[in-house]
């Protein structure tokens, strides 16, 4: 496989478009954030956003050489694929932050008034955020064409995931009891059943 897959502008263009967008729902979301009183944390989740950092930039590393036409088929059909990836990912980071309410936080933690949420895109999975940071590291590798460093980028941003939501869990776990157990019995923790 080529290490640079041909893109077009178009592509790129609504990738930076969205991921713009993105942004500025999650430096929203981070200004939003109240005083903690009583919170118990896990700080060891900082190495779980860094390792997912790693694999999201590993997405993004290589040339970008747009040399296709904006409305070549395949121009097209990766601006669509980005697309798609881009709004689920926005649209997951917006259902669940507001879900979370002030509940939400970059580290793991809990707390003291901390609820147990299982509505909107909690009811189909425990992480539904890290999903959205998936989609957009596809959507990243589709628009700037690094199909070959998904390679690495995947195995490490899953490598970060499974730190964050394994502590994120024990958290939840050590607040909720049964509660929690329950849940994380009947619903996944990335990948939402299909059926």
Known sequence: MPLHVPISLLQLWTFSGCGLVFFVFLLRALS??????????????QL??????????????????????PLAPSS????????????????????????????????ARTR??????????????????????????????IALG?????FI???VFFAGTAIRTRLEDNLLEQSFGHAFRDYRSSTPALIPRLF
């Open 32 to 45: 939003r954030r109240t005083q903690e009183s009583g919170a118990k944390r896990d700080r060891r989740s």
């Open 48 to 69: 779980g956003i860094v390792i997912q950092t790693i694999g999201i930039a590993f997405a993004g590393f290589g040339s970008v050489r747009p040399t296709l036409a």
């Open 76 to 107: 097209l059909a990766a601006t669509a694929a980005v697309l798609v990836l881009m709004g689920g990912a926005i649209g997951l980071f917006l259902a669940s932050s507001r879900e979370l309410g002030r509940n939400w936080s970059l580290v």
């Open 112 to 141: 003291s008034d901390h609820e147990l949420v299982r509505t909107g895109p909690y009811s189909r999975i425990r992480h539904p955020i890290y999903l959205g940071l998936l989609l957009f590291l596809l959507a990243m590798a």
């Open 146 to 150: 690094h199909w070959a460093q998904l």
């Open 153 to 155: 980028a995947l195995p």
